[in-house]
């Protein structure tokens, strides 16, 4: 078993945006510019848009964030977008989901402006990545085909079992890995809360992604040997014994599924590095466009 090592690959990634941002710098023009709000305070939410902003820095990016009130109306919300769409300063922004219960994520995904939506959310961007044009690919599954890809795995017309079919990742990853090209080429089978026969589904995975958001819902006995897995989980579960209170737990079993597999995504370590260094690389794609576009 070898680990698909998600820390060590980001960080091989934002170093080669470092360099990149270092010679954008050199021909004249301003850094790259990441913009992210968040809305509320939600524990996670402000876990996840504090380590892209420290990410941003890391890489020479410039970056800001626009935190917002739980209580926010969605008109207000939708005029703070309208002024991030407007702002020449800004490449890209994201809006940190989930949302409160008065605010449409639909709305919001809509209202966001497809050349600055690096999050590529929206559906301007979901269909042309579907039809295989330049398109800001969602950072999760962009960071998955980034790992595959970075350690050679072989996915043509391997069966690849997608479990979930969120808009965020179950979706995107599934058309990724059918595209005609590599990574991809894999026969893609995606599993949900009506999928019949589940386990024999997943015992047949090549290639397996995790995106269901159940601790361990995987266990040893319902994989093959030598599948290629990736957890996507990162499930905060209460653990006394941690200075913060919790601990990450992703969907995927890893003391037993580990010893069947032949590369495995830790977690912590796996997916959520490569989904920042992903979102960079959008956003230096967004700065790139807007002085070629
Ligand atoms: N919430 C969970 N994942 C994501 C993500 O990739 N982008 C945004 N904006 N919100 C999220």
Not at 31 to 37: G, I, K, S, Y
Not at 111 to 128: I, M, S
Not at 211 to 228: D, L, S
Request: glycine share 8%; hydrophobic share 40%; proline share 5%.
């Amino acid at each position: 078993m070898r680990i698909l090592d998600g820390k060590e690959t980001s960080q091989a990634l934002r170093n080669e945006i470092a360099d990149e941002v270092v010679k954008f710098k050199e021909k004249g023009n301003r850094p790259p510019h990441l913009a992210a709000v968040l809305v509320g305070n939600n524990g996670a939410s402000i876990t996840y848009v504090n380590a892209k902003i420290k990410a941003c820095e890391e890489v020479g990016f410039s970056s800001s964030l626009v935190r917002l009130s739980d209580t926010i109306s969605q008109a207000e919300l939708l005029h703070e977008i309208d002024k991030l769409n407007n702002d020449p300063a800004i490449d890209g922004f994201i809006v940190q989901l989930p949302l409160p219960d008065q605010i449409s994520e639909k709305k919001v995904i809509m209202a966001v402006n497809p050349k600055k939506d690096v999050d590529g959310f929206h559906p301007q961007n979901l269909g042309r990545m579907a039809l295989n044009m330049h398109a800001f690919v969602p950072a999760t599954p962009a960071g998955i085909i980034e790992l595959l890809d970075r350690y050679n795995i072989e996915t043509g017309g391997k069966h690849c079992v997608v479990l979930g079919r969120s808009h965020i990742v179950g979706l995107p990853m599934s058309i990724l890995m059918s595209r005609n090209t590599y990574p991809g080429n894999a026969t893609v089978t995606i599993c949900h809360s009506h999928t019949r026969n589940l386990e024999d589904m997943i015992r047949s995975a090549d290639i397996l992604i995790a995106a269901v958001g159940r601790p361990n819902f995987v266990r040893g006995n319902m994989v093959k040997e030598g599948v290629v897995v990736v957890d996507v989980g990162i499930t905060r579960v209460v653990d006394t014994t941690k200075k913060s209170g919790y601990r990450l737990v992703g969907d995927v079993h890893f003391d037993e599924v580990s010893k069947k597999a032949a590369f495995i995504t830790p977690v912590p370590g796996g997916v959520g590095p490569m989904t920042i260094a992903a979102l960079l690389k959008n956003t230096m794609i967004g700065a790139r466009r807007r002085v070629k576009p």
